[in-house]
């Protein structure tokens, strides 16, 4: 039967240069983006950015909001957008803070407990979103401020009428999980480093950088464990067919509704982390923590090379934008400008990331 | 209604079973009556057709009839035994397989990846329990082949293929995950001349591998070409089943459209219907 029919090669299709192949890689603009930005600043800062500690000080930021980035690149694949995670850094930092300092509950009752929190509250966004079939734009807009509104509400509760509550690294002090949330990874590796005089020391003999802030790990590990979820399992595939077209992915046996409340419940959870190691780095949560981090978070996912339409982008891309963002921030106090041009430029590195991804999309489709 | 006795000779012979037979089936949707008893069945290695002009009822029965829509009254024997399928998938893992007007494909995903999509295979355990995707690959290049189309390469999008590579590739796909019964939806209606038959030459391969075809058109043309038998829908009921070359492209027509109108017009349109 095989060899019985054998079409022809269709002589209309030209075969693919190495270029065409690259540009369908969805990640393709960020790591771009990436090189763009390090020469950008190789030539107009200060030499010390590129130094380790330089590194480690714009990698902080980035991952902060990679790990929202990555999650929520995953949810805009899956087809939906949450606007409601800034808020919900705020709203599982006052849970923590709560649950740490006011009942004193060990981090590995405290910490599971927030992450329990935060995806019951991306549930429950998931199933309003399907239930009522309105855009998730909307119904997480309202979630933005709900979640805002009720971290204040409850920071003044628990605090009696503070809108900060103090005394989380007191709380957490000498918890042994707290290695694992805050603080420096690694050091043992960097002191030996140190030792052998890979990398820059003291005077003494520490080591000037101590060692990988943790969320930078977090980080790491997110974008691989994301990549692979996305690539090489069943359910990325029904993460892609969600998004790319959810009547037909249902048609085809996809859990089209359980593939959506997971990835709200995953970017929910996203922001919980976040809060729990931005809280025990700050040791104290306030209302106004990750204040327009919804929007940053979208930013970098599309500099990533997603879709705003769903099924197409990458966990990998969504990681370089969020190092885009990382430099960007920080890279601008390396040198003479003023630091206000950051929005300037993320506004326009947005402008440009969506027009590259259109042109993108119509190659991938073979659209004309 | 079908007074005309060659209407009546199309029932199934006593020694071909049914992989599945409808009787009697009527929905309603509020005080809308979409099917009105409609009678309806498929044998293995066969095409039967089922016709009718926009709004027949022609989507609802094939809703019906793969476990979207639970019928009003009536009932539905599968290979034999009284069935009712309380959802799509539970009609896709009895071997009912449908292929709707729009594919159920994913134009942004690879060719692999929608031909695969909702039953990935996998391999290793646990938490190493992964898409295997060099084996879909594999399957997708060998089955596309065996339906007369070379893909470049398994990763290419859905998208850059032409509506008949895809039908095909919707096709493939179903007969893959074993289809006994294949209902396609109006799978001609936006092809060219050649794409068309290249779909009809696809349907005439996947009979010839023993899968009951019910092929929904209302091109009769389409239909005489690859067809066993047909049915003809008309507001909501069954005028009666016909088998090949017991009736002719016209008469089918007129039964489509209700008799009478049809054939008054086809003096003025002179056969170009």
Not at chain 1, 350 to 362: G, Y
Request: charged share 15%; with cysteine.
């Amino acid at each position: 039967m095989a060899a019985e029919i054998q079409a022809s090669e269709d002589e209309r299709i030209r075969s693919e240069t190495l270029a065409t192949k690259l540009m369908k890689k969805p990640e393709l603009g960020a790591i771009g983006g990436v090189i763009l930005v390090t020469l950008f600043f190789m030539l107009t800062a200060d030499s010390t950015m590129f130094t380790l500690s330089g590194i480690m000080n714009f990698m902080t930021p980035a991952a902060q909001l990679g790990i929202l980035g990555i999650a929520a690149a995953m949810l805009m694949i899956g087809g939906e957008f949450d606007l409601s995670i800034g808020s919900m850094v705020a709203f599982a930092g006052m849970i923590f803070g709560a649950l740490t300092v006011n009942l004193g509950l060990p981090l590995i009752l405290a910490i599971p407990l927030t992450m329990a929190f935060a995806a019951a509250v991306g549930a429950v966004n998931g199933t309003i979103v399907l239930r009522t079939g309105l855009p998730s734009f909307i119904v997480t807009l309202a979630g933005l401020f709900i979640l805002r509104g009720a971290s204040l509400v409850g920071l003044k509760l628990f605090t009696g009428g503070s809108t900060q509550l103090r005394g989380v690294r007191d709380a957490v002090e000498g918890d042994w999980l707290a290695r694992f949330f805050s603080g420096d990874a690694l050091q043992g590796l960097f002191a030996w480093l140190a030792s052998a005089g890979v990398i820059d020391t003291f005077s003494n003999g520490t080591p000037k950088v101590p060692g990988v802030p943790v969320e930078i790990l977090w980080f790491i590990g997110f974008a691989l464990i994301a990549t692979y979820v996305l690539l090489r399992t069943p359910a990325g595939n029904w993460i892609f067919a969600t998004g790319g077209d959810s009547g037909a992915a249902k048609n085809s046996g996809v859990p089209v509704r359980r593939v959506k409340i997971s990835l709200f419940m995953l970017t929910a959870c996203a922001a919980a982390l976040v809060a729990v190691i931005t809280v025990i780095d700050a040791g104290s949560t306030d209302a106004r923590r990750g204040f327009m981090k919804e929007f940053e978070a979208i930013i970098t996912a599309v500099i990533g090379g997603c879709l705003l339409t769903g099924g197409y982008g990458s966990a990998i891309g969504a990681f370089f934008g969020a190092i885009i963002f990382g430099m960007v921030t920080i890279g601008l106090t390396y040198t003479d400008f003023d630091q206000d041009w950051f929005q300037i430029f993320l506004g326009g590195m947005l402008l440009l990331a969506v027009v590259f991804n259109n042109v993108i999309r119509k190659r991938v489709t073979g659209e004309r | 209604m079908a007074d005309d006795t060659r209407f009546h000779h199309g029932s199934v012979p006593a020694d071909a079973r049914p992989i599945i037979h409808m009787e009697d089936i009527t929905k309603h949707f509020g005080n809308v009556i979409a099917l009105n008893g409609v009678t309806f069945d498929v044998t293995p290695g066969e095409c039967h057709c089922l016709l009718g002009d926009n709004g027949a009822g022609k989507s609802t029965f094939i809703k019906t009839m793969s476990g979207v829509h639970k019928p009003n009254s009536g009932q539905i024997f599968f290979e034999g035994k009284p069935l009712s399928f309380d959802s799509p998938r539970e009609a896709m893992e009895a071997g009912i397989a449908t292929v709707f007007q729009d594919l159920a494909m994913i134009p942004l995903m690879s060719v692999t990846r929608n031909f695969f999509m909702g039953r990935e295979p996998t391999k290793g355990k646990g938490l190493t329990r992964r898409f295997d995707i060099d084996r879909a690959n594999e399957i997708t290049m060998e089955e596309m082949r065996r339906m007369g189309i070379n893909l470049r390469a398994p990763d290419q999008a859905v998208g850059t293929l032409s509506g008949g590579e895809r039908q095909t590739v919707a096709i493939a796909r179903a007969v893959y995950f074993g289809a006994k019964v294949l209902i396609l939806d109006e799978p001609t209606s936006a092809l060219g001349v050649r794409q068309t038959s290249n779909v009809l030459s696809t349907i005439d391969r996947v009979r010839k591998q023993g899968v009951g075809v019910v092929f929904i058109s209302h091109n009769v043309r389409h239909a005489m070409a690859v067809g066993d038998r047909f049915t003809v829908l008309n507001r909501g009921q069954t005028l009666g089943t016909a088998v090949r070359d017991e009736i002719t492209a016209t008469e089918l027509q007129d039964l489509m459209a209700g008799g009478q109108e049809l054939a008054q017009l086809e003096g003025s349109l002179g056969g170009t219907v």
